[in-house]
């Protein structure tokens, strides 16, 4: 099975400040990966499709980059909004799809 | 836009079936695979399995002995059922829209539509 690893597991920002949570694939999936922002008692919402493509609706300040194993998350200006937990999805597999542990974003 | 309106029991006894149905409104429902995820207490996300329109299925072997996802497409609904529960299965459960875009020929999968979620707790 395909492991799903995300760094930080938490970390602590400032309104306006540059974000980057990174992913880790335990083998190559290409740019079968996908980002995803949840916040408290709510569902996850996607981001980022494709490793690289922005869901339509989502502001441009978030991207995606990446391929075979090593993925980043990027938001360029951290808004009071984004404060939330963000998850990485692999789709790779005929599991279909494997999530990472999350990324706690909070405020400083 | 496509909504997703789901419902079930919320509080089952250990060794009893968790039972949810989720409603596929204001679009199409052929044409997509759709999906139960689940998420424990202050836990991440974990993906049960999948169906399509036609009942074709995809299952996340670790689950895959208790699992079952059915569909009816008369009503465009499809149902999750997880025998044998115990209290490792509470969780919040979610159905979700599956979409797949093919782009320089590879069939890229994501979950861009999601229900709000059912509270499943398994208590004696």
């Known amino acids: 099975d395909i492991q799903m690893t995300q760094s930080p597991s938490s970390l602590s920002a400032s309104v306006g400040d540059r974000v980057t949570i990174t992913c880790r694939a335990s083998?190559?999936?290409?740019?079968?990966l996908n980002w995803y922002q949840q916040k408290p008692g709510k569902a996850p919402k996607l981001l980022i499709y494709?490793?690289?493509s922005l869901q339509s609706g989502v502001p441009s300040r978030f991207s995606g980059s990446g391929s075979g194993t090593d993925f980043t998350l990027t938001i360029s200006s951290l808004q009071p909004e984004d404060f939330a937990t963000y998850y990485c999805q692999q789709s790779y597999s005929t599991v279909r799809f494997t999530f990472g542990p999350g990324t706690k974003v909070d405020i400083k | 836009q496509v909504q997703l309106q789901q419902w079930g029991a919320g509080l089952l006894k250990p060794s009893e079936t968790l039972s949810l149905t989720c409603a596929v409104y204001g679009g199409s429902f052929s044409g997509y695979y759709w999906s139960w995820i689940r998420q424990p207490p202050g836990k991440g996300l974990e993906w049960i399995g999948e169906i399509n329109h036609s009942g074709s299925t995809n299952y996340n072997p670790s689950l895959k002995s208790r699992v079952t996802i059915s569909v009816d497409t008369s009503k465009n609904q499809f149902s999750l059922k997880l025998s044998s529960v115990t209290a490792a299965d509470t969780a919040v459960y979610y159905c979700?829209?599956?979409?797949?875009?093919?782009?320089?020929?590879?069939?890229?999968?994501?979950?861009?539509?999601w229900g709000k979620g059912t509270t499943v707790t398994v208590s004696s």
């Open positions: 979700a829209k599956i979409t797949s875009i093919a782009v320089a020929g590879k069939n890229y999968y994501y979950m861009d539509v």
């Open positions: 083998q190559s999936i290409s740019s079968y």
């Open positions: 494709a490793a690289s």
